[in-house]
């Protein structure tokens, strides 16, 4: 169970990074629907390119293909269809649940959790482009 987490923190923060507790609107949360986000886990520089319902994540360890459900304007779902990395091939099909807990100018907070796992990952995604 302890691997079990230990991946679960990775890629969740392979898909945000730090909270800053800002304030949350829906109008704020809509900004971020598209668009190409970059966090960092430690040393690894994840580059997340969002469009339509298609999330798109780049590492040094490989890619990952998501699929995006948008549950409200601050709240989404992420379905890994595909990846490239060993450690998380055994979760295709697990869902990603993110909700965004603050917004700033170019970059928004999140938790994330995943049903089944006593673990919520917090973290930040900054805009580098629309």
Known sequence: M???NF???LLCFLIFECNNG????PESCQEFKNGIFESFSDTLR???QRK???Q???TALGNSKYEVTWKSDCEYELKLLQTEMEIAKNNIGRI???KITGTSKN???YECSVDGFDFVDIGTLKRIEN
């Not at 800002?22 to 609107?25: D, G, I, P, Q």
């Open 56 to 58: 798109v994540e780049r």
């Open 52 to 54: 339509g319902k298609v």
């Open 107 to 109: 970059q928004y907070s």
């Open 22 to 25: 800002k304030l949350v609107s």
């Open 46 to 48: 994840i580059i997340s």
């Open 7 to 9: 991946l679960l923190f």
């Open 96 to 98: 990603y649940k993110v």
């Open 2 to 4: 302890k691997n079990y």
